[in-house]
């Protein structure tokens, strides 16, 4: 298995570090291409909970988000990320992104062959 691209580990170290979730990024991992914003893990975490618990059927699965950030808190320790957590992001098929209010994707580093800086807008007709 290839190393992680140094440089999109260090993007995703930035965001990381930042509160925001302003970078917008395209990637290719195992032949998909997701487009959207990345945001931190903490955040990511937190608004895919939310989605969970909103939902009557899937509102027990929000507390494995919220363990598992509970568990990283009491590691301390600068780790380089392992993957990208996007927000508002979508697959790319054809000329259609989908979803079309975008999705919240995590993807490995180690998957991702291709990346630019930047989201392609799509057309809907």
Do not use: C
């Amino acid at each position: 298995m290839p190393n992680p691209d140094e440089l999109l580990v260090s993007i995703a170290a930035m965001v990381e570090s930042e509160p925001s979730n302003q970078m917008s990024l395209t990637v290719v991992a195992q032949g998909a291409v997701i487009t959207g914003r990345l945001a931190p893990e903490a955040t990511w975490r937190e608004r895919v909970a939310e989605v969970l618990r909103a939902s009557d059927r899937l509102s027990p699965f929000s507390d494995a988000f919220v363990r598992q950030r509970e568990k990283e808190r009491e590691r301390p320790g600068e780790q380089a990320p392992t993957h990208l957590h996007f927000h508002l992001a979508r697959i790319l098929q054809g000329s259609l992104g989908i979803p079309e209010t975008g999705g919240m994707y995590r993807v490995a580093i180690r998957d991702v062959s291709a990346w630019t800086v930047g989201d392609f807008s799509y057309s809907d007709r």
